[in-house]
């Protein structure tokens, strides 16, 4: 099992970026999805998440400015960044509680992180 996520880079205070992240492999049922991310000197913090049924969490700092998005048929999702700030600047992380094919228990899966800038 796989999470593979794209879309990072850098941008000026006030645009927008979009992450995606896609789960691969012998994969039974996903949990939740979601964002985390890192900032330097910092621990890792959730940004937003959605479950399988749609509900949804965003941390605070991002209310109102990023959008969680999933596909359930294509194991995807996305995060819709718009009005970056300086602040948002970090290493950010997909996660996935998935069970596998064959297995009764899910566990916790990260994708390799995609780097957001944000120049003010």
């Known amino acids: 099992v796989q999470l593979q996520a794209s879309g990072g880079g850098l941008v000026q205070a006030g645009g927008s970026l979009r992450l995606s992240c896609a789960a691969s492999?012998?994969?039974?049922?996903?949990?939740?999805m979601g964002w985390y991310r890192q900032a330097p000197g910092k621990q890792r913090e959730l940004v937003a998440r959605?479950?399988?049924?749609?509900?949804?969490n965003y941390a605070d700092a991002v209310k109102g400015r990023f959008t969680i998005s999933r596909d359930n048929a294509k194991n995807t999702v996305d995060l819709q960044m718009n009005s970056l700030k300086p602040e948002d600047t970090a290493v950010y992380y997909c996660?996935?509680?998935?069970?596998?094919?064959?297995?009764?228990?899910?566990?916790?899966?990260w994708g390799q992180g995609t780097e957001v800038t944000v120049s003010s």
């Open positions: 492999g012998s994969i039974r049922s996903i949990n939740t």
């Open positions: 959605i479950s399988s049924s749609g509900s949804l």
């Open positions: 996660h996935a509680i998935l069970a596998r094919m064959g297995s009764y228990f899910a566990n916790d899966y």
